[in-house]
């Protein structure tokens, strides 16, 4: 294992913060996988699954079992793990401008095509240098205005280059799934399998310009920008959310760790025998057909349904209680489908996002993701 400090813009003088990259295998060898957790960074399943997979990647790489090059980035957030209000932590916004950390990435497709105009031909590993040149280029050339964008592209600059990318994350309360682009649904099928995952969702486009978007989009618009050169999909990435926010045990990250590298031994980046891959707990749904479970009122939140349910529209989710009252308001599930996650408050205001249901008909356009 190779380890590196990338130093970032400080949050004040002598605030200074780095960001900790761990590789392992061949600089530069392929296929290149890019790992990285907590980019929210109270979401610790993914960083105890990074710990994990650290473990077994140090182990294989002392078997010579690694044949790409693998990277890691086991605490992709140190702006928001320092971040504590009143106790509590406070890792998915950025406390000096409320923004998402993983929303606001920049869109590079439009000077990125400006680059490679005239400069692909009939070779599509050809034109998939000219476009990471391209890309790279445009990442380079982005000045950004805070140490959050500062964060944002020494993140990128590391992902840009992969092949292979995961984003570790987690929900409030949840059952472990994915989310991935359209055209990677066959890329990460044998990995939702894998890692047990109850819901498979896809889109072209979920809004608010996410981490793994900023890595994978841009070769699908390329290609639909050039139809006349073959440009192969460079980079498939896929945010991966390992269950709730208080799901943190060995047990779970071990298992977790274990599916990563069976996925890797499938991929080609480690030697090995191919694992057997489990019948997959589901089918890869749109996005778009996931629908939020909406507070009626204000109250007390009591759930009656269990994260992983598969309900029916019209399904009563949750009992909502006014405490001044004894008022009851039934929460109702807007579609049929898996309820995947639900939020971790129990007293809550009309209006709120209580759940989430994957569904199987695209409903919803716009803003796909949650704040």
């Avoid at 001044?324 to 489908?337: E, I, K, V, W, Y």
Wanted: proline content about 6%; glycine content about 8%; aromatic content about 6%.
């Amino acid at each position: 294992m190779r380890t590196e400090q990338i130093a970032l813009a400080p949050l004040a003088p002598g605030a200074d913060l780095s960001l900790t990259v761990q590789r392992f295998g061949g600089q530069g060898a392929r296929p290149r996988i890019y790992v990285q957790a907590s980019l929210h960074a109270d979401e610790i399943p993914g960083m105890i699954a990074a710990h994990h997979l650290r473990e077994r990647l140090t182990g294989l790489e002392n078997e010579g079992r690694i044949k790409g090059e693998i990277v890691l980035v086991p605490a992709a957030n140190p702006i928001g793990l320092a971040q504590r209000v009143l106790g509590d932590h406070i890792g998915r916004f950025n406390l000096s401008d409320g923004i998402n950390f993983n929303r606001g990435y920049p869109d590079f497709v439009p000077k990125a095509a400006d680059r490679i105009e005239g400069k692909l031909t009939g070779d599509g590993e050809s034109n998939v240098r000219v476009i990471r040149e391209a890309l790279r280029a445009e990442l380079e050339a982005w000045a950004p205005a805070n140490p959050a964008e500062a964060m944002k592209k020494a993140l990128l600059g590391l992902a840009q280059e992969a092949d292979i990318v995961l984003d570790l994350h987690c929900d409030s309360e949840a059952v472990v799934h994915l989310y991935t682009h359209t055209r990677s649904e066959e890329a990460f099928a044998s990995l939702s399998a894998l890692i047990g995952a109850h819901a498979y969702l896809l889109a072209d486009v979920s809004g608010d310009e996410p981490f793994d978007e900023a890595c994978s989009r841009p070769w699908a618009e390329l290609a639909d920008r050039f139809p006349d050169h073959p440009i192969p999909f460079g980079c498939h990435s896929t945010t991966l959310e390992f269950r709730g926010e208080r799901d943190v045990s060995h047990e779970t990250g071990q298992a977790d760790a274990a599916a990563v590298v069976d996925y890797l031994i499938l991929r080609g980046a480690i030697a090995g025998e191919d694992p057997q891959v489990p019948e997959p707990l589901c089918q890869a749904t749109p996005l778009a057909a996931s629908e939020p479970v909406k507070a009626p009122a204000y109250g007390i939140l009591v759930f009656k349904a269990e994260i992983g349910a598969r309900v029916k529209s019209g399904d009563v989710i949750a009992d909502i209680v006014d405490p001044l009252t004894g008022a009851l308001t039934q929460a109702n599930a807007p579609c049929d489908g898996v309820m995947f996650a639900r939020i971790a408050q129990r007293f809550v205001t009309k209006g709120m996002r209580l759940a989430k249901i994957a569904g199987t008909t695209a409903k919803r356009t716009g803003k796909l993701l949650s704040a």
